[in-house]
């Protein structure tokens, strides 16, 4: 069965410092590896995913993350924080793609320091 | 990007009522649709799968005679929570996925509070 880890619930980092969030994944099949992010009481929004091909994927807001199998990691990154990157994020995994079930981790929440 | 829907947003219910959520598709279809649960400040928990037109599948350790789920048409899907107590109080998100681009869409949410 398919798990998701997110080291640190809480992360810090000033404005316009590197933003880096950290997942690992488990999965006995090649997995489809998802960041999402959700503000207060909102639902969620695709970052990015990664299903096949290369392994640096981009998404919106200017972050990115890189698939790394041997270390079964998904970590996301933005080079320069901006105050309005401060949310929930979740990393999730699935086994079958990204249109069946989705299971997330327990998410991080990012602090904007001014 | 398509839409997902979730009404109501926000729902207060006595204890011992029952309440129902939507969650539609507004621009595709979805034969499939997914239920999860977020407790306060944490992760999404998958609840069931929706599945038009059969029967639900639901996660292991949720109760299928307390979450009633119904996917009546390719567009909506309804969860019912029956005899609802503040126990069951959290939020609600529906996902659909649009298998043309292998991806998940989530509503907004609702958010049940049972007195």
């Known amino acids: 069965a398919q798990s998701v880890t997110q080291l640190g619930s809480h992360v810090s980092v000033s404005e316009g410092a590197l933003v880096l969030l950290r997942c690992n994944y488990s999965?006995?099949?090649?997995?489809?590896l998802f960041w999402y992010v959700q503000y207060p009481n909102q639902g969620l929004q695709l970052l990015l995913k990664?299903?096949?091909?290369?392994?640096l994927v981009k998404g919106i807001n200017g972050f990115e993350a890189e698939f790394k199998k041997s270390e079964t990691s998904f970590h996301l990154t933005k080079p320069s924080a901006h105050m309005s990157d401060a949310a929930e994020y979740f990393c999730a995994v699935s086994d079958l793609g990204g249109d069946d079930k989705i299971i997330f981790g327990k998410g991080t929440r990012l602090h904007i320091l001014p | 990007g398509a839409v997902v829907s979730q009404h109501p947003s926000r729902v207060i219910c006595k204890s011992g009522t029952s309440v129902k959520i939507e969650c539609r598709s507004l621009?595709?279809?979805?034969?499939?649709m997914f239920w999860y649960r977020q407790f306060p400040k944490k992760s999404l928990m998958l609840m069931a799968t929706?599945?038009?037109?059969?029967?639900?599948?639901?996660e292991q350790g949720v109760e299928k005679d307390k979450f009633l789920i119904n996917h009546a048409s390719l567009t909506l899907s309804t969860l019912t929570v029956t005899s609802a107590h503040p126990e069951d109080s959290s939020f609600y998100i529906c996902?659909?996925?649009?298998?043309?681009?292998?991806?998940?869409?989530f509503g907004p949410g609702t958010r049940l509070t049972v007195l």
């Open positions: 999965s006995s099949v090649p997995p489809y």
């Open positions: 621009d595709f279809q979805a034969t499939t």
């Open positions: 996902s659909a996925p649009l298998v043309t681009d292998n991806e998940q869409f």
């Open positions: 929706s599945n038009e037109g059969s029967k639900a599948t639901y």
């Open positions: 990664y299903t096949t091909g290369a392994t």
